[in-house]
């Protein structure tokens, strides 16, 4: 009995109780996800800054950082566009980095990871793709 009760109690309450809550509770988090346009735009407006080494994208994070990220301040564009003219090595960095308007699906895992999911005028930590190591500036969303 006991094996039973313990089994079919917890299988039950998961299911009946559990699981309803938490798709009622999803659902409202997912719209409200969607209100941002997190993890659900079709399409995302960015610039980044792509370095091979390690050493030289975190240079380049830490004038982001002491310039604005460290005072809780969001790096202007304009500002992110001289760090990326400066210190990338994609060719979009003559253009500050500029990627303009890309969907979904077009750029590498992390990539495309780390850019759906950066909320608009944030600029991401440094990360490692195939590429190399990025940081993204997201400056827009839309489906």
């Known amino acids: 009995m006991g094996k039973d009760a313990k089994a079919g109690g917890k299988g039950k309450g998961k299911q009946a109780g559990g699981s309803d809550e938490a798709a009622s509770s999803k659902g409202k988090g997912k719209a409200g996800k969607a209100a941002d346009g997190l993890g659900t735009c079709t399409y995302v407006k960015a610039r980044h800054v792509l370095c091979e080494k390690q050493g030289k994208i975190n240079e380049a994070y830490k004038k982001l950082q002491d310039g604005w990220l460290s005072n809780g301040d969001k790096v202007p564009p304009a500002e ?13 960095g003559k253009k500050g980095g500029d990627l303009g308007w890309f969907p979904r699906g077009k750029m590498a895992g992390p990539f495309q990871d780390v850019a759906f999911n950066t909320p608009v005028g944030v ?7 195939t590429h190399g190591y990025h940081i993204i500036l997201s400056e827009g969303r839309k489906n």
């Open 80 to 92: 992110f566009a001289k760090i990326a003219a400066e210190y990338s090595e994609c060719p979009s």
């Open 123 to 129: 600029t991401s930590a440094p990360f490692k793709s």
